[in-house]
């Protein structure tokens, strides 16, 4: 039945892909009777987050191999889905097109972050973590290292990064589920969470990772529609994505036009930004490089080190498969990532150009507040319209918005019919709850395996384990929903947080224990602990303590001050101590090839 | 199931570091060294978009998709070359 299940499994979602589609033209259909927008983004949200349960439900288990590693079977294509869905999260999703939007060419590091950080896992990572055979990241520092203190670093730096990433998630399901619903944010959040929970308590690894791969095809679909739309309408064609440079140039001319950069917001909003950055250029002098080169490399080192994303190529069913599926994911997650720039090239000129219906600035204040979607998004304060000089038109320095919204926005400030944004939402919700949802398990899959199992109680037996598990899972859950009701950060400066704290403590140790066959446990430990404080104290001196930023070092960037201080660290500590005994070497050695047993044996 | 010899798991290693290095090498370039010149590119012009930007929001992407491609069938010829590929499929 299993191997039916798996042989079966492009029919199963070809059928489901085709399932969604009818749904969304049943959507179409009902609007055009009249159904209401409020309806229809209802119906959208829930139906999604019922399919997902559904998945969920049928997928659970009480195997201790299908929970952590959903039983080592997930064909290379498929992890390619389910990880690019763990990948794109809500930052991916609802804020990169915002940023770019706003911030211009040197937003464009995190689009290029989050994809050149996948060659340094599938060169370095991937498949040789795949051969050993762990259940969780910890679990390969514990083994290759040995000792428990290794293994204890391993799941500090972990839950520090993940549940910084897993915050920003559930807050993002919360600020999609209260629009949709209309209830209060602060319901909307546990709203969220009961959804997230849904899909990973039952059949941990096994259902995520199903779930995922259904979560991917919706919100791919939910971001490619809109932009191909508008594309349409502007007239750049079916391809948008190849043939938006005409875009680009005539925004340059309508940015001298608005004197966008020149004039700067004469009144401030909690929140809310006017555009002043260009959107092509990249900036004069070498600050402007310096400032992209290292977000990407914190963002690239990041990617290489969070566990939710390395566990994924734990479930392949071998290292070939592991490798291969790293290449697909990439090109999974390419789909949306180069897609973010045109839809943001292409909302831009819907609000800019003054030839389209669409067009606002330049217009009149009082026709431009008239507006349906200007009135929504400003009714919650994501939006603002104000006459700074009183002159009666809107100009660029007097538009306010919140970069978050760009994406949701979109549908309805091009005109596009409700159906869309409805799509759009619910687009958003599946990237929210597939990041949230592979982190909780990550977090959650360390405590209860590395902490619980291999440090506390060894002799627990299977349904003990996995009882812990799903308690660890649900009081985590409920935690980070807590702490996201209390909306301490925006989306995305809690994104690039978790990465820069993973890259910080991680990434050495992860790479030197495969490609340094000298590293031993002493380095490691020295390697985790010093680059994840330094990289902590510099966040806290330039973000708390109001220290100015060294070399343009900000907050988003401190892996910059982790990464060398762990290296260095961790050689130094290394060379100081005696080298690993001839049985890790052997180890290591025994990982570098594909053949053979795994290290750690099944059900360890 | 034969044991590999010590001398062929070097070669196979030797092989692996190579690719690796290279891999890594293309990787620098197009994430590092062509943002850090985006300005200069710029004044190039490629399918229309500014030459710069064109690389950060799509050219050097598809150099990595690409890349990891390349590198996992070139690994698994490196593998299979010196029998230490898996035995199944």
């Known amino acids: 039945m299993k191997g039916n299940f798996i042989d079966n499994l492009p029919k199963i979602y070809g059928l489901y892909t085709g399932g969604f589609i009818v749904f969304i033209?049943?959507?179409?259909?009902?609007?055009?009777?009249?159904?209401?927008?409020?309806?229809?983004?209802?119906?959208?949200?829930?139906?999604?987050?019922?399919?997902?349960?559904?998945?969920?439900?049928?997928?659970?288990?009480?195997?201790?191999?299908?929970?952590?590693?959903?039983?080592?079977?997930?064909?290379?294509?498929?992890?390619?889905?389910?990880?690019?869905?763990?990948?794109?999260?809500?930052?991916?999703?609802?804020?990169?097109?915002?940023?770019?939007?706003?911030?211009?060419?040197?937003?464009?590091?995190?689009?290029?972050?989050?994809?050149?950080?996948?060659?340094?896992?599938?060169?370095?990572?991937?498949?040789?973590?795949?051969k050993f055979g762990c259940y969780t990241v910890p679990d390969y520092i514990g083994t290759r290292y040995g000792g428990n203190l290794a293994r204890l670093c391993a799941v500090i730096v972990l839950v520090v990064a993940s549940f910084t990433y897993v915050t920003a998630q559930i807050n993002a399901t919360g600020t999609i589920a209260s629009r949709a619903l209309e209830i209060p944010f602060e319901l909307g959040v546990w709203f969220g969470l009961l959804g997230i929970l849904l899909c990973s308590m039952l059949g941990g690894m096994r259902a995520v990772t199903w779930t995922q791969v259904a979560q991917y095809i919706v919100l791919i679909i939910a971001y490619l529609v809109p932009v191909i739309w508008m594309s349409n309408k502007q007239g750049f064609g079916v391809i948008p994505q190849f043939a938006y440079g005409d875009a680009i140039a005539r925004l340059g001319e309508l940015e001298t036009q608005w004197q966008v950069g020149t004039l700067k917001a004469t009144e401030t909003f909690a929140?809310?930004?006017?555009?002043?950055?260009?959107?092509?250029?990249?900036?004069?002098?070498?600050?402007?490089?310096?400032?992209?080169?290292?977000?990407?490399?914190?963002?690239?080192?990041?990617?290489?080190?969070?566990?939710?994303?390395?566990?994924?190529?734990?479930?392949?069913?071998?290292?070939?498969?592991?490798?291969?599926?790293?290449?697909?994911?990439?090109?999974?997650i390419f789909l949306l990532y180069f897609t973010a720039p045109a839809l943001a090239t292409f909302t831009k000129l819907q609000v800019l150009d003054p030839n389209l219906a669409t067009g606002i600035i330049g217009k009149a204040i009082s026709d431009v507040q008239a507006l349906d979607w200007v009135q929504k998004w400003s009714e919650v304060n994501f939006l603002r319209v104000s006459d700074s000089n009183g002159d009666g038109i809107l100009q660029i320095n007097e538009f306010f918005m919140r970069a978050d919204i760009v994406v949701l926005a979109t549908p309805e400030i091009a005109g596009l019919p409700y159906v869309i944004s409805g799509l759009v939402a619910a687009g958003g919700m599946a990237a929210a709850m597939s990041t949230a949802d592979g982190l909780l398990l990550a977090i959650a899959n360390a405590l209860s395996h590395d902490l619980y199992y291999k440090m506390i109680d060894p002799r627990a037996d299977t349904r003990k384990r996995l009882l812990t598990a799903r308690v660890l899972l649900l009081a985590i859950g409920a935690l980070g929903a807590f702490i996201a009701s209390l909306k301490l950060t925006s989306i995305l400066g809690a994104v690039a947080w978790a990465f820069d704290f993973a890259c910080s403590g991680l990434f050495f140790p992860l790479v030197l224990g495969i490609w340094w066959k000298r590293a031993n446990t002493a380095g490691a430990v020295a390697g985790m602990i010093g680059g994840f404080v330094a990289g902590t104290a510099y966040l806290y001196y330039v973000r708390f303590a109001g220290g100015d930023p060294w070399m343009g070092i900000d907050h988003l960037r401190f892996g910059i001050i982790g990464m060398p201080v762990s290296l260095v660290c961790m050689v130094v500590v290394t060379m100081m101590t005696k080298e690993p005994d001839e049985e890790t070497q052997r180890m290591v050695d025994e990982m570098r090839i594909p053949k053979g047993a795994t290290i750690l044996s099944a059900e360890h | 199931m034969s044991e590999t010899t010590s001398d062929a798991r070097q070669a196979h290693w030797a092989k692996t570091r190579n690719l690796t290095i290279g891999i890594l090498v293309l990787w620098f370039i197009f994430s590092l060294v062509v943002p850090w010149f985006a300005n200069a590119l710029n004044t190039m012009s490629f399918l229309g978009f500014p030459l710069g930007y064109y690389m950060a929001a799509q050219g050097s992407l598809v150099v990595f998709v690409v890349l990891i491609f390349y590198l996992a069938y070139k690994q698994n010829k490196i593998d299979e070359e010196f029998g230490v590929a898996e035995d199944d499929q």
Request: proline share 2%; aromatic share 14%; glycine share 12%.
């Open chain 1, 25 to 130: 033209l049943l959507m179409a259909v009902l609007e055009q009777m009249g159904m209401s927008a409020e309806a229809i983004g209802l119906l959208f949200v829930l139906f999604t987050i019922f399919i997902y349960a559904a998945i969920g439900w049928l997928s659970r288990t009480m195997q201790v191999e299908a929970y952590y590693v959903a039983g080592r079977q997930v064909p290379a294509v498929f992890n390619g889905m389910a990880t690019a869905a763990d990948w794109m999260s809500g930052a991916s999703f609802v804020a990169m097109a915002g940023g770019i939007y706003f911030g211009g060419h040197g937003y464009l590091a995190f689009v290029v972050g989050w994809t050149g950080g996948y060659v340094l896992v599938a060169s370095l990572m991937a498949p040789y973590l795949r």
């Open chain 1, 271 to 332: 929140g809310l930004s006017t555009l002043v950055n260009s959107h092509a250029g990249a900036g004069e002098g070498w600050l402007s490089s310096w400032k992209f080169v290292t977000l990407a490399i914190c963002m690239m080192a990041g990617t290489a080190s969070l566990p939710h994303i390395l566990m994924r190529y734990f479930t392949t069913p071998s290292v070939r498969a592991a490798r291969q599926s790293v290449a697909w994911s990439l090109l999974f």
